[in-house]
Nanobody, 120 residues
Framework: QVQLVESGGGLVQPGGSLRLSCAAS????????MGWYRQAPGKQRELVAV???????NYAGSVKGRFTISRDNAKNTVYLQMNSLKPEDTAVYYC??????????????WGQGTQVTVSS
C-alpha cells in the first residue's frame, strides 16, 4: 500500500506564493521520481514539474521561472514552491510518485489532490 499525503493548497492573491508538500509512505523499495500535475475545470490533467531521484527536473513552459520543484529523498517528500501566481494557475494539484514497492514492480501512484485558487 502507498499513500501520498498532500498539503499547502489554498486561496492566494495574484502575485502571491504557495508551497505544496507531498509525502509518500508505505513499503517503498525505491522512488524513481516524484512530481506535480494539475487539472483545471474542463481541462485535461497536465504536467507541472517532475523531479527524478538522480536530480534532474522538468517544468511545463507555463511555470518556468516561477515554480521550483525540490525533493527530500530521505523523507520521501516532494515540494512545489509557487511564486508569482496567476489566475490561470488555479487548478487541483496532484502529487505523483513513480516508485517500486517491496515485492512488487515499478508503477505510478497519485495523491488525492489539493485545490489551489489564485484570485483577488
Amino acid at each position: 500500500q502507498v499513500q501520498l499525503v498532500e498539503s499547502g493548497g489554498g486561496l492566494v492573491q495574484p502575485g502571491g506564493s504557495l508551497r505544496l508538500s507531498c509525502a509518500a509512505s508505505g513499503s517503498i523499495a525505491y522512488i524513481y521520481g516524484m512530481g506535480w500535475y494539475r487539472q483545471a475545470p474542463g481541462k485535461q490533467r497536465e504536467l507541472v514539474a517532475v523531479a527524478a531521484t538522480g536530480g534532474s527536473t522538468n517544468y511545463a513552459g507555463s511555470v518556468k521561472g516561477r515554480f521550483t520543484i525540490s525533493r527530500d529523498n530521505a523523507k520521501n517528500t516532494v515540494y512545489l514552491q509557487m511564486n508569482s501566481l496567476k489566475p490561470e494557475d488555479t487548478a487541483v494539484y496532484y502529487c505523483n510518485a513513480d516508485l517500486r514497492l517491496v515485492l512488487s514492480s515499478r508503477q505510478g501512484y497519485w495523491g488525492q489532490g489539493t485545490q489551489v485558487t489564485v484570485s483577488s
